[in-house]
């Protein structure tokens, strides 16, 4: 369907003058163009025009079409390839200064003094040579991360997957004892103590922080962070050093996941006190973006649970998520899927026997051990 025709339609559904078609229509086009119609999640020929044609049938009246309408051109936030790759350029910075500051404390100098020190400037460079970086999903861009610091970050001391095999680590050790050899440190030096004294584990979002680590009365603790914490504690001393800092990464997360992941680690690391923990995101998202029951908007959280269908939850999900898993309330949508912390408006999908059916508008790609 071409453009002109599909906002033709459009327009009729939205009941536009043509005034308000001349403007919308050019407004509209231009986030399609450069953005909408870049989602890795419509499939082959779909173009977003056409998914938002389909996406507006669903609601009854005019009114609600139009709150619909507004949802989408106001509130939604839709983070480009573009975009997200530049949030992954702002993560070597935040590991560069991490790496000045534990110089600085470790040598007892003035922070300054380890861009000026020659010795500071060789530890600094060691350090960095000694972080591994670890991809804790498929949505990590672990990739561009390593093509954006080439020269500065070698490919032996990326990984994409968290789950590191022995044969791997030895691989990873053999390079870091070259590359340290390199840098100017003595063999024997090197011999002793070729072990890797950061990891960074890097993931792309987080949303409600729960994927990355969460606590059951019942069952303890659990997620991304105590899986490797568990399958790295027995590498200390032959791969990791005794003081190994474990610092985790997102390149994007919302307000109430930074506070929670923040939150977990402190109560966390008092039990696993074999590694030191550390935070950073490139972006954190505000927390005036969040849609909940204490939005003004009225008009648009009456419509979204108005066309909720519960039929969506499952196990993963648990109930009532027409904010999003967790309640997020989330308006966002990345490039390559859409969170389940956003609103479920935007991606849910009725299955074909429901009463009444949901229509996603980025629909998503299900990843149930990556609820944010």
């Not at 977003?48 to 949802?71: D, P």
């Not at 010795?119 to 093509?147: E, H, K, N, P």
């Not at 939150?263 to 995101?281: G, I, M, Q, R, W």
Request: proline share 2%; with cysteine; aromatic share 10%.
């Amino acid at each position: 369907m071409k453009h002109e025709t599909a906002f033709k339609y459009i327009g009729e559904q939205l009941d536009w003058t043509d005034a308000d078609f001349a403007k919308e229509f050019r407004e509209l086009q231009l986030m399609i163009d450069h953005k909408y119609d870049g989602y890795q999640g419509f499939q082959p020929g779909t173009r977003f025009h056409v998914n938002l044609l389909n996406w507006l049938s669903q609601f009854s009246t005019t009114a609600e079409k139009k709150a619909a309408y507004q949802f989408v051109k106001e509130r939604l936030a839709y983070v480009s390839q573009r975009e997200m790759h530049h949030l992954v350029s702002l993560m070597m910075p935040i590991v560069e200064r991490n790496a000045h500051h534990r110089v600085a404390k470790e040598m007892q100098i003035p922070l300054y003094r380890t861009y000026i020190e020659q010795a500071a400037i060789d530890r600094v460079a060691q350090l960095l040579r000694r972080t591994l970086y670890v991809g804790l999903s498929d949505g990590a861009r672990i990739d561009v991360f390593r093509r954006y610091n080439e020269g500065k970050v070698s490919n032996e001391q990326v990984v994409a997957f968290s789950e590191i095999t022995t044969d791997k680590w030895k691989d990873l050790q053999g390079e870091l004892k070259e590359s340290l050899l390199e840098m100017g440190m003595d063999r024997a030096a090197v011999d002793a103590n070729a072990t890797f004294e950061a990891i960074c584990l890097v993931d792309d979002f987080s949303g409600s922080g729960s994927s990355l680590l969460r606590h059951d009365a019942t069952k303890g603790w659990s997620g991304k962070i105590k899986k490797f914490y568990k399958s790295s504690a027995e590498r200390l001393g032959e791969f990791l050093s005794a003081d190994c800092v474990m610092h985790i990464h997102h390149h994007l997360a919302s307000d109430q996941a930074r506070s929670q992941i923040e939150k977990d680690l402190k109560a966390f690391e008092p039990d696993y006190s074999l590694f030191h923990f550390s935070t950073s995101f490139s972006y954190v998202l505000p927390p005036d973006v969040v849609i909940d029951d204490q939005c003004a908007d009225t008009a648009l959280t009456t419509l979204i649970k108005a066309y909720y269908d519960n039929g969506i939850e499952d196990k993963h999900t648990k109930k009532d998520i027409w904010y999003g898993y967790k309640q997020c309330g989330l308006p966002l949508v990345l490039e390559h899927n859409t969170p389940n912390n956003s609103i479920a408006l935007l991606w849910a999908e009725s299955k074909q026997d429901a009463s009444l059916r949901m229509k996603p508008l980025f629909a998503r790609r299900k990843r149930h051990s990556s609820h944010g």
